[in-house]
């Protein structure tokens, strides 16, 4: 029993970390994850489109914008 209760604390707390960590080699922005999401035959994967359109369509307006200022 108070091995049990041992383990189980030693998990918890190698569980806990506050940091996600990165796969070696991991070097694709978010932007370029959700492209290669977004291109895929996954569920979901219309919706990711989508939210790439939306935002290349506000970061083109707010180019507008900016740029009459």
Known sequence: ???GAMLLC???VACGRS???RA????LT???RDSVLGASRLPG???I???LQAQDSATA???????IQ
Not at 24 to 27: E, I, L, N, Y
Not at 61 to 67: C, H, K, M, P
């Open 1 to 3: 029993m108070r091995y």
């Open 10 to 12: 030693v998990l918890l």
């Open 19 to 21: 940091q996600p960590r």
């Open 24 to 27: 070696a080699g991991d070097t």
């Open 30 to 32: 978010v932007r370029q």
């Open 45 to 47: 994967a219309r919706g």
């Open 49 to 51: 489109r989508g939210a």
């Open 61 to 67: 307006r707010n180019q507008r914008a900016d740029s």
